[in-house]
RNA sequence: CGGGACGUGGCGCAGCCCGGUAGCGCACUUGCUUGGGGUGCAAGGGGUCGCGGGUUCAAAUCCCGCCGUCCCGACCA
């Protein structure tokens, strides 16, 4: 492609509501623009690299038997009905006129599809994908293409006819998504993940770091322990059980609001402090109590209570309820709650929590004997520092981009649709599914975060628009038209993707500075300095050396150093 | 949805407090110039100052309302 008759508008300066690198280079090299929150267009350039992006990951759901569709995504309200996601909030942006909804994903079409066309065992396994524009009520889109209102997104389904089967189709999803991103140049590892309101037995991500990135993981650098922070655990010390249980006794703590007032007031350990949180669980109050200043964590809160609407308590019902204000709640004598603990308090004694009146606080609690408490559940959230549950090492805490997530669905959406098939024994049964997805504009977008300069991207050969960024230092000088014309053909038909500055209005300096924001892995330097010994430049984008060769070796040099 | 900020040619910004001619840089057009790291000079084109209302002789500027965009948080299959 000629740059003189390409539509690839690069910009010295950037919209000051870009933020994050990723975003700012995207606009800076022409790839996209915004056309309002959460919804880019993607420009000849971007649109190549989203395509590069697509195609490593329909070769690789290909290599695992999956087969290609594309599905509607203008479907039936009538369908979300039957599953029960019409109502989900934030999730679908309707179509009110005609009942219709634009859809944030396709288990419903799958299953409906399934539920006709899918009769017996002999028609399992199956593995269906598309990649295909999603849209979704995001109430804040955000940090580019990292987060939008609309988007693209490989999505793929397993259908099997029993749990071996599922186990086999998600493992298959599993090493599909590790060569494609392998592929694409990501520096990614997988996590364990809440399947939360999805539903479902298990499920993974995978996570490229980033300081950008929405999700927090918890990572042992020592054993390769790695969890969404939402599901992960460590080998915190519990609240211990001391010999001597005394009786409780009531502790003035006058003006005393926080865990950490309270600890520096009594001069104790935050870990004989047990915190309570108050919520309410389907409308029913509920006290949860925590070690000193652990963070509760309302995605294990969520799973303990076995799903439900879950929303902290207001300051004037606690006080209708209790008579006392938040800072001065505990479990002993507390009626009319339903109390659940962190597991570090179980078995705990002479913990010390609020009287249920204010400015007091009762010691010598235990929580056997004093508190009725309804069961111990893992509900804090994991802290940078804490050891590893796998080997005691240290773990770290990281942001990271989720560019896939790989879920065991289960029966969920194939029960409610009626898909089902007739097994060896003429038996009905619902078809056990697995859903997984890719986000093509995360690729694109992760990979920008993790390889770029202060110059512009650096793209590897597999993500990158063109291979080749072929720069004529001048137009005004004869050799060098010809042989930069010469050598763009060569190079065209020898199959390399080719990137041609022939403008005759942009300096040398400009054009060399639009390369690197475009950042092609290989840069050919035309120039009449070089081809006085019949010479040009190659320029590696990614680390900036530069070796002269032949006009007559271009090709081959070229194609030996995109190997490499 | 809570908190914060911003909305002025395509992009980045100043002007607003203290009301009175819309301005700068980049980009764009034309001519000359330069030619290995965003050339230089000159002459141009382009703006309902987000929208609506109010105050005023007069509003980009003051007041009220709305809309939009971004950031933090909440939420997020």
């Keep these: 492609m000629r740059l003189s008759k390409a539509f690839i508008p690069t910009q010295k300066e950037v919209p000051a509501d870009a933020t994050i690198p990723s975003h700012q280079l995207m606009i800076r090299a022409g790839l996209m623009r915004q056309l309002t929150a959460g919804v880019y267009s993607f420009l000849p350039l971007g649109l190549r690299a989203l395509m590069k992006a697509m195609q490593i990951v329909r070769e690789e759901m290909n290599a695992i038997g999956g087969q290609e569709f594309l599905l ?42 399934a539920a006709n066309h899918i009769q017996s065992y002999k028609d399992l396994p199956q593995i269906w994908y598309q990649i295909q524009t999603k849209f979704r009520n995001e109430p804040r889109p955000r940090s580019g293409v990292l987060r939008g209102r609309q988007f693209i997104m490989k999505d793929s389904y397993s259908l099997d006819a029993s749990p071996e089967g599922l186990d086999a189709s998600y493992e298959k999803h599993a090493e599909a998504y590790r060569r494609a991103f392998t592929r ?26 980033s300081e950008f990135g929405e999700d927090t993981v918890a990572l042992c650098d020592a054993c390769g322990y790695a969890a969404n922070l939402e599901v992960a655990t460590s080998k915190v010390e519990p609240a211990a059980r001391t010999e001597n249980g005394k009786a409780v006794e009531e502790i003035h703590t006058p003006n005393v609001k926080t865990i950490d007032q309270l600890a ?47 929303e902290p308590m207001g300051a004037e019902q606690l006080r209708a309820l209790t008579g006392a204000d938040g800072g001065s709640i505990g479990p002993v004598g507390l009626k009319g709650f339903r109390v659940i603990a962190d597991k570090r308090l179980e078995g ?30 893992d509900l804090r959230t994991v802290e940078a520092g804490e050891p590893c549950p796998q080997c005691l090492k240290l773990l770290n805490v990281t942001n990271a981009i989720e560019v896939g997530h ?28 697995g859903s997984y997805g890719i986000g093509i504009e995360r690729i694109v977008a992760a990979f920008i975060e993790q390889s770029h300069d202060d110059q512009g991207i650096i793209w590897n050969t597999a993500l990158a628009p063109y291979h080749v960024h072929v720069i004529a230092v001048s137009m005004n000088s004869k050799e060098t038209v010809l042989a930069s014309n010469q050598i763009y053909r060569a190079l065209t038909e020898a199959g390399v993707e080719t990137l041609f500055d022939d403008r005759s209005n942009a300096s040398p300096g400009f054009k060399f500075m639009d390369a690197d924001v475009l950042g092609m892995p290989l840069q050919v330097i035309v120039g009449e300095k070089g081809l006085r010994n019949k010479q040009v430049e190659i320029k590696r984008r990614a680390t900036g050396e530069r070796t002269m060769v032949a006009v007559d070796d271009v090709v081959s040099e070229v194609k030996k150093l995109l190997q490499g």
């Design 72 to 113: 509607p995504a203008l479907n039936p309200e009538s369908l979300w009905i039957q599953t029960g996601r019409r109502d989900v909030p934030n999730f679908i942006l309707s179509i009110e006129e005609r009942d219709l909804v634009l859809a944030p994903t396709h288990e419903e079409v799958i299953a409906s599809i």
């Design 348 to 377: 705990a004694n002479n913990l010390i929590s609020g009287a249920n009146k204010n400015d007091y606080h009762l010691g010598n609690i235990d929580l056997q004997r004093d508190a009725t408490i309804e069961g111990y559940f």
């Design 184 to 209: 694409a140049g990501l520096k990614f590892f997988v996590v364990g993940a809440s399947s939360g309101a999805m539903g479902g037995s298990g499920s993974q991500e995978f996570m490229v770091e």
């Design 406 to 433: 790989i879920f065991k669905l289960g029966t969920k959406y194939s029960e409610a649709l009626n898909a089902r098939f007739l097994d060896e024994n003429g038996q009905s049964l619902p078809i056990i599914v």
């Design 264 to 310: 520096e007031f009594l001069k104790v350990d935050h870990r004989r402090l047990a915190k309570s949180l108050v919520y309410r669980h389907n409308g029913q109050p509920l006290l949860v109590l925590m070690v000193g200043n652990d963070q509760l964590n309302e995605t294990k809160l969520s799973a303990a209570l076995g799903g439900g609407e879950v």
